[in-house]
């Protein structure tokens, strides 16, 4: 095969290797890497023959040309060299699977050859590394292995976990039976904290057994990084827990990686998250998050993922938390251009509160004239950061729904929510602010005063221009499409300097909105014969020289674009637009503003349309066609007076 030759010359550098692939009557199973594998990886090609052996299975594993799903989460098979590969499924769709051997993922559906047979003999192809050369030992000997020899020419080490080995000799049986298994009691995944993860741990005291057992997965779940993260969804897994005489898992306390992309280099992190459950069963809200400083070690009783960070215990701040997280420089540079106004909200004594806190990708994304404004305004700035802070309050997503409101230390603006599920397995929550909505890129993480969620954006200052907003949001995509080929979209997305008469309000019909409208108006109107009326009907909506946010919304009567009068009211919580000439009424909805750097703009349940709006199109054609008549007139009777 073409795409195999250089794991070929790998097995013809060594005899046993050779002899076992040479052999058609060796009932084995190899998972070989394409040449791609190399390509990317070429420490790969230094492999010794024992970790080339790593590859190859002593038995035929049939269960990935079968289809079918499994039972357990994990198949584990030995391999020639003593060793052991991790062969995970993940379900696509109905019946349809992808599979993956340690990290490696199998790629043979792509060319319709599950399982290429030759005699007794399978052989499936990887087209991603199976994860780093293998450790010849447990968990247990990898961390408290004092010979520099197994670590030579590889990408890891054990220096940075002399911490966890000092603890792990405090409690002997839980080191033995868990981090020391063997095949006879079960396979895990194990995050180990480095040096540094314990140095951020204020109180050692309470390390325990408890914090211990929460780096480890329930029995039989080997996961490695790519199968973890492969289908975009959120895998929850529970922990082990242990006592004198059972194994069991500990459904309390579950486990899951996520990836973090940064859009600006396309780089993304790995973090292995945990819920908080401390010693003696005390469960506090929220989750522990540790960057994976190092994945996919394979072991014999597992795979080894060192972290930088103590999962399951609590004991930082969210000002610690903020100032150690390399995301927040940005933010942590305006929260003390203020001083200690905000800061207060996050000591120790401070109090409870939850804080969405923009990452530097936020203020990134704030056009240039705008934060020169921030910066300059600390009033403003200052009214900003108090938008991201609910007091007295630990939100964690599990309280989030798409009715959720909450009031912020600002006192005249609220936070909405909205809960989205999509894709499968994977719930995307989003948070409403100052007409902003962003959406929580790391959620729960825990505080001793507090939680914090991370979002892409900052609330209340807007980065796009009402056309621009229109033309990206999903809800409007019908006012979008009428508003397309209309002289007011220039009203909307001006390009010279702001002035205080381009702001305006925009109160926009949703795609709901639309459906109501009678089918016959609505088509008359999109025909292409009555823009003049259509442009006429939407400047009903428009405020012009006005940037009104919710809470600037008052019952009074205003002067519309097209010089006609609306009525604002309010009834009970809600306002509403009511047009005196139809008698119309539509609805503000609550959580529908959205800031544009010239206005902004109020999602509205109805739209203040009507028949008669037609005319505006046959006025027009009558004044044009009296202007035609009058040329014609002039142009005959000039002559005649001549004459």
């Given at each position: 095969?073409?795409?195999?030759?250089?794991?070929?010359?790998?097995?013809?550098?060594?005899?046993?290797?050779?002899?076992?692939?040479?052999?058609?009557?060796?009932?084995?199973?190899?998972?070989?890497?394409?040449?791609?594998?190399?390509?990317?990886?070429?420490?790969?090609?230094?492999?010794?023959?024992?970790?080339?052996?790593?590859?190859?299975?002593?038995?035929?594993?049939?269960?990935?040309?079968?289809?079918?799903?499994?039972?357990?989460?994990?198949?584990?098979?030995?391999?020639?060299?003593?060793?052991?590969?991790?062969?995970?499924?993940?379900?696509?769709?109905?019946?349809?699977?992808?599979?993956?051997?340690?990290?490696?993922?199998?790629?043979?559906?792509?060319?319709?050859?599950?399982?290429?047979?030759?005699?007794?003999?399978?052989?499936?192809?990887?087209?991603?590394?199976?994860?780093?050369?293998?450790?010849?030992?447990?968990?247990?000997?990898?961390?408290?292995?004092?010979?520099?020899?197994?670590?030579?020419?590889?990408?890891?080490?054990?220096?940075?976990?002399?911490?966890?080995?000092?603890?792990?000799?405090?409690?002997?049986?839980?080191?033995?039976?868990?981090?020391?298994?063997?095949?006879?009691?079960?396979?895990?995944?194990?995050?180990?904290?480095?040096?540094?993860?314990?140095?951020?741990?204020?109180?050692?005291?309470?390390?325990?057994?408890?914090?211990?057992?929460?780096?480890?997965?329930?029995?039989?779940?080997?996961?490695?990084?790519?199968?973890?993260?492969?289908?975009?969804?959120?895998?929850?897994?529970?922990?082990?827990?242990?006592?004198?005489?059972?194994?069991?898992?500990?459904?309390?306390?579950?486990?899951?990686?996520?990836?973090?992309?940064?859009?600006?280099?396309?780089?993304?992190?790995?973090?292995?998250?945990?819920?908080?459950?401390?010693?003696?069963?005390?469960?506090?809200?929220?989750?522990?998050?540790?960057?994976?400083?190092?994945?996919?070690?394979?072991?014999?009783?597992?795979?080894?993922?060192?972290?930088?960070?103590?999962?399951?215990?609590?004991?930082?701040?969210?000002?610690?938390?903020?100032?150690?997280?390399?995301?927040?420089?940005?933010?942590?540079?305006?929260?003390?251009?203020?001083?200690?106004?905000?800061?207060?909200?996050?000591?120790?004594?401070?109090?409870?509160?939850?804080?969405?806190?923009?990452?530097?990708?936020?203020?990134?994304?704030?056009?240039?004239?705008?934060?020169?404004?921030?910066?300059?305004?600390?009033?403003?700035?200052?009214?900003?950061?108090?938008?991201?802070?609910?007091?007295?309050?630990?939100?964690?997503?599990?309280?989030?729904?798409?009715?959720?409101?909450?009031?912020?230390?600002?006192?005249?603006?609220?936070?909405?929510?909205?809960?989205?599920?999509?894709?499968?397995?994977?719930?995307?929550?989003?948070?409403?602010?100052?007409?902003?909505?962003?959406?929580?890129?790391?959620?729960?993480?825990?505080?001793?005063?507090?939680?914090?969620?991370?979002?892409?954006?900052?609330?209340?200052?807007?980065?796009?221009?009402?056309?621009?907003?229109?033309?990206?949001?999903?809800?409007?995509?019908?006012?979008?499409?009428?508003?397309?080929?209309?002289?007011?979209?220039?009203?909307?997305?001006?390009?010279?300097?702001?002035?205080?008469?381009?702001?305006?309000?925009?109160?926009?019909?949703?795609?709901?909105?639309?459906?109501?409208?009678?089918?016959?108006?609505?088509?008359?109107?999109?025909?292409?014969?009555?823009?003049?009326?259509?442009?006429?009907?939407?400047?009903?909506?428009?405020?012009?020289?006005?940037?009104?946010?919710?809470?600037?919304?008052?019952?009074?009567?205003?002067?519309?674009?097209?010089?006609?009068?609306?009525?604002?009211?309010?009834?009970?919580?809600?306002?509403?637009?009511?047009w005196p000439r139809a008698q119309l009424v539509a609805r503000v909805l609550e959580g529908g503003e959205i800031a544009g750097i010239n206005g902004f703009m109020h999602m509205i349940d109805n739209v203040l349309i009507y028949e008669p709006d037609l005319r505006?199109?046959?006025?027009?054609?009558?004044?044009?066609?009296?202007?035609?008549?009058?040329?014609?007139?002039?142009?005959?009777?000039?002559?005649?007076?001549?004459?």
């Amino acid at each position: 095969m073409s795409d195999m030759q250089q794991f070929r010359a790998q097995c013809g550098r060594y005899q046993v290797a050779q002899a076992y692939m040479e052999d058609s009557n060796a009932r084995i199973t190899t998972f070989a890497p394409v040449n791609d594998v190399y390509l990317y990886n070429p420490d790969l090609r230094a492999e010794t023959q024992k970790e080339v052996l790593s590859h190859i299975v002593d038995t035929q594993v049939v269960e990935i040309s079968e289809g079918r799903k499994w039972e357990k989460q994990t198949l584990i098979r030995s391999t020639i060299n003593s060793g052991y590969v991790y062969i995970t499924q993940f379900e696509n769709n109905p019946g349809n699977f992808s599979y993956f051997a340690n990290s490696g993922r199998v790629c043979n559906h792509e060319s319709n050859q599950w399982g290429i047979i030759s005699g007794e003999q399978y052989l499936y192809k990887i087209c991603t590394p199976m994860g780093h050369r293998p450790y010849p030992g447990t968990t247990l000997s990898f961390i408290r292995d004092d010979q520099t020899t197994w670590m030579m020419d590889r990408q890891y080490d054990n220096k940075d976990l002399t911490e966890l080995r000092d603890v792990l000799n405090r409690v002997p049986d839980i080191a033995l039976v868990i981090f020391g298994s063997s095949a006879w009691n079960g396979f895990h995944t194990f995050f180990l904290p480095s040096n540094a993860a314990f140095a951020k741990v204020i109180d050692r005291n309470r390390i325990d057994r408890e914090v211990l057992l929460a780096h480890v997965t329930g029995m039989n779940r080997v996961l490695f990084t790519w199968p973890w993260l492969y289908d975009g969804g959120i895998h929850y897994y529970p922990s082990i827990r242990f006592s004198s005489n059972i194994i069991e898992d500990n459904f309390k306390l579950k486990l899951t990686m996520r990836n973090i992309t940064d859009h600006r280099t396309g780089r993304w992190d790995l973090y292995a998250v945990s819920e908080v459950y401390e010693r003696y069963s005390f469960f506090r809200r929220g989750a522990v998050w540790a960057k994976v400083l190092v994945p996919n070690i394979p072991v014999q009783n597992g795979v080894v993922h060192i972290v930088d960070n103590v999962l399951g215990i609590v004991s930082n701040t969210i000002d610690m938390l903020l100032m150690d997280n390399y995301r927040a420089t940005t933010l942590m540079r305006y929260i003390n251009t203020i001083g200690q106004i905000v800061r207060n909200y996050f000591s120790a004594t401070g109090g409870l509160v939850t804080f969405f806190a923009p990452w530097n990708e936020a203020f990134e994304r704030i056009p240039e004239p705008i934060e020169r404004r921030l910066l300059r305004d600390r009033i403003w700035l200052e009214q900003i950061l108090k938008l991201h802070i609910v007091p007295a309050k630990e939100l964690t997503t599990d309280e989030i729904s798409n009715d959720t409101i909450v009031s912020t230390v600002d006192n005249r603006r609220m936070l909405y929510f909205i809960k989205g599920e999509w894709p499968k397995n994977n719930i995307t929550y989003y948070v409403i602010g100052g007409g902003i909505k962003t959406a929580l890129q790391m959620e729960n993480i825990a505080a001793t005063n507090g939680i914090i969620h991370y979002i892409d954006r900052v609330l209340g200052v807007p980065y796009q221009s009402l056309w621009e907003i229109l033309r990206n949001e999903t809800r409007l995509q019908t006012t979008y499409r009428m508003m397309d080929n209309l002289q007011l979209r220039y009203t909307l997305d001006p390009w010279q300097v702001l002035t205080p008469k381009q702001n305006c309000t925009f109160f926009v019909p949703t795609n709901e909105a639309w459906e109501k409208v009678a089918p016959t108006l609505r088509n008359r109107m999109t025909d292409g014969n009555h823009y003049q009326a259509l442009q006429y009907v939407m400047k009903r909506h428009v405020l012009q020289g006005q940037a009104l946010m919710y809470t600037d919304l008052r019952e009074r009567t205003y002067i519309m674009m097209n010089d006609e009068r609306v009525l604002i009211r309010r009834r009970g919580r809600y306002f509403e637009l009511y047009w005196p000439r139809a008698q119309l009424v539509a609805r503000v909805l609550e959580g529908g503003e959205i800031a544009g750097i010239n206005g902004f703009m109020h999602m509205i349940d109805n739209v203040l349309i009507y028949e008669p709006d037609l005319r505006a199109h046959a006025c027009s054609i009558e004044v044009s066609n009296v202007l035609i008549l009058l040329s014609v007139l002039i142009s005959w009777a000039g002559p005649r007076r001549r004459l």
